[in-house]
């Protein structure tokens, strides 16, 4: 998808890549057995290890190692039987040893792919440099005390996983589509919760500007953005602010920036360190990480099904591309659809899913996690539909009370006596009794007003509550009429 800035001087074109430092999900941290829960009180999950007190030896968590080797595979990359961790050397207060535990020159994941899907129904493939695992430090609080920083080192030794895209993306909504097909990836996985309000992905979002058909050149990095939307604004606010730099006849220099929302704006924070700043050696408290092809082949075979192949899936079942997009958007919706849909009408099934229930999820202010209607019980009201007991317009009711009382609809229609009348005998009297209370319509109607045809069907569903089957109704109606 061709997109550009226009300069005083001519077009400019966009390169990004991104960097996303996903949180693994795990219950201890990545070399100590501390817990890592979110939320829980300052420094009350912290270990001897994690606050680097002197002769305390890390151990690799294997589930975090197995975590990074299920998203390379979903990522389509290469896993890496051999690999290594390193330190990397510098200060932040709230990085206790002094250094990182990290993977520079011998990642465990390789260069994989990601298929993104464009608005205008385009996809683009955005290659993946690598995968390594690190550590995370602490945080520091500078809003707790007017003259004091505090230190909480509940994140510090928390495994993540920094994912490194190459510069593929060329525009705002690429990089906004990039980051959510990342994002749902990882959540089907279960590899990371993707929470980015809670810190679990975060995003450094490098960003060049240059004339078409020229190589690259300076990038900036904007540094720890928190939400898809505030990850396209800053591509595009420092896009910006490099075209006027450079339309000014200065230099873009390498540097380290952050994003103001509030103000649509990136501002410099450091210069931009290289990796012999950070002086990488092999951590000598680690031995190379290596791994059996059989234990790879192991998680492979364990893997759930993806959203590309889930949405191919729902295609095939019937539903256009767009139903099946919405319905693979979260893991939890196509759950809930693939309850629903089991056995039953896959299009009847996905209109109720995305019609219905998500109105029900807004207006109710909850969420497909914990749905206003159980997926069970909207498949029972489906199959009410399918053998007669409801119509189309009983069966609105009978959902909006599921959602008021939360109970099966079987029960409702019991209770409420919603069940539709199929008594073809029983319908044909109700109707003769709208003919005879409406006898000068009736003469109008076979005076050639056949308009009137509607208003007869009308009056006799009105006359039954609703409970008429429309189409023994119709029937009825034609027949007496004639």
């Known amino acids: 998808m061709s997109f550009t800035l226009e300069g005083p001087s001519g077009p400019w074109e966009i390169v990004v890549g991104l960097e996303v430092h996903a949180q693994v999900t795990s219950e201890a941290k990545l070399f100590s057995g501390a817990a890592t829960a979110f939320g829980a009180a300052p420094n009350s999950q912290v270990s001897f290890v994690d606050a ?15 975590q990074a080797v299920r998203t390379g595979l979903g990522l389509r990359a290469q896993i890496n039987l051999w690999s290594r961790f390193d330190r990397k050397n510098y200060f932040y207060a709230d990085l206790p040893q002094g250094y990182q535990i990290s993977q520079y020159a011998h ?58 895209s190459e510069p593929d993306m060329r525009s705002p909504e690429e990089a906004g589509a990039y980051l959510t097909k990342l994002r749902q990836i990882l959540r089907y996985l279960g590899t990371c919760d993707g929470n980015m ?22 990038r900036c990095e904007v540094k720890n953005v928190n939400s898809i939307r505030f990850v396209m604004q800053a591509v595009e606010a420092e896009a910006r602010r490099q075209i006027e730099v450079w339309e000014a006849g200065g230099t873009v220099e390498q540097e380290t920036r952050l ?35 059989s234990w790879v082949e192991q998680l492979k075979a364990g893997l759930p099904e993806l959203p590309d192949a889930r949405r ?3 295609v ?36 109720w899913v995305m019609g219905d229930l998500f109105a029900a999820i807004n207006r109710t202010r909850t969420s497909i996690a914990a749905p206003p209607v159980k997926a069970e019980y909207l498949g029972m009201l489906l199959d009410l539909m399918q053998d007669g007991t409801l119509s189309g317009k009983l069966a609105k009711e009978v959902f909006e009370a599921m959602v008021e009382t939360g109970t099966s609809p079987g029960a409702i229609v019991e209770e409420r006596g919603l069940r539709q009348v ?13 003919l005879e209370a409406n006898a000068g319509k009736v003469a109008e109607y076979r005076s050639g007003k056949e308009k009137l045809f509607g208003f007869f069907v009308g009056q006799t569903m009105k006359a039954m509550q ?12 034609k027949k007496l009429l004639g």
């Open 197 to 218: 309000d809670e810190g679990s992905l975060r995003a450094d979002v490098n960003v060049s500007v240059r004339r078409p058909g020229e190589g690259y050149r300076t």
């Open 422 to 434: 199929t008594d073809a005998g029983a319908i044909e009297r109700i109707v003769a009794g709208v």
């Open 312 to 314: 191919a899936r729902y």
């Open 52 to 66: 680097g007190f002197p002769g305390m030896l890390p151990v690799i968590n294997g589930e975090c190692v197995a």
């Open 259 to 293: 994003f103001e929302p509030a103000r649509g704006i990136t501002r410099s924070m450091r210069s931009k360190e290289d990796a012999h700043d950070y002086r990488y050696f092999p951590d000598p408290d680690l031995p190379p990480l290596v791994l059996e092809a």
């Open 107 to 164: 990642p465990i994941v390789g260069e994989g792919r990601i298929e993104i899907e464009l608005q205008d129904g385009s996809t683009k493939t955005i290659g993946i440099t690598r995968l390594h695992l690190e550590q995370d430090a602490g945080k520091s609080l500078h809003d707790q005390h007017p003259s004091k920083s505090y230190i909480d080192l509940n994140r510090s030794g928390v495994a993540l996983m920094e994912i490194v």
């Open 316 to 351: 095939a079942m019937g539903l256009s591309p767009y139903d099946a997009h919405v319905l693979t958007l979260e893991k939890e919706t196509a759950a809930y659809f693939e309850t629903v849909a089991q056995g039953r009408d896959a299009k009847i099934a996905a209109n």
């Open 466 to 477: 609703g409970k008429g089957n429309p189409a023994l109704v119709n029937e009825a109606v």
